[in-house]
């Protein structure tokens, strides 16, 4: 009935289309996994840059309401300061003897105690005309040096 020839042929390319048909199936189905995934991760990455958005722009809000509220806390210290000001005058006449530069703009004097502001030395002299432990020239006899 049938050849051997045509059954083995016909086996070879029913097995050809089976593996073409298995070999797309599969392929198409992991393609779909992998599309699935990429679109979550997209998904994952918008949401991560929505929310650094979000918590920028809560940062920059905190550091506004920040600055206006000492700006507001500045005024209210003026504004204590000026009525303390004011009282004593009225109340103690020429006895309080109140700044009105303190009162209308911040201290631009030098203070006393920072006006002799100096580098720390090397060295500790011992009174005036000593020179400390670690100077250069502590400790060497002048006449050793002269002869050499």
């Given amino acids: 009935m049938y050849s051997t020839v045509n059954l083995l042929f016909a086996l070879i390319i029913g097995g050809g289309i089976g593996g073409v048909a298995g070999w797309y199936l599969a392929m198409n189905a992991r393609g779909d996994n992998k599309r699935k995934r990429i679109l979550d991760l997209e998904s994952q990455v918008d949401q991560a840059a929505q929310s650094r958005a979000d918590y ?12 206006d509220l ?11 300061y000026t009525h303390l000001a004011e009282g004593a005058e009225q109340l ?22 920072l006006v002799e ?23 060497l006899d002048k006449s050793n040096t002269s002869a050499a």
């Fill in 70 to 80: 000492l700006h507001k806390l500045t005024d209210d210290y003026r504004a204590v």
């Fill in 92 to 113: 103690c006449g020429d006895q309080v003897n109140m700044a009105e530069a303190a009162l209308n703009s911040p201290d631009t004097e030098a203070k006393p105690h």
């Fill in 117 to 139: 502001v100096a580098q720390p030395l090397d060295y500790a002299p011992k009174k005036p005309d000593e020179q400390g432990q670690l100077s250069e020239t502590f400790g």
């Fill in 56 to 67: 920028e722009a809560g940062v920059s809000e905190h550091f506004a309401k920040t600055a």
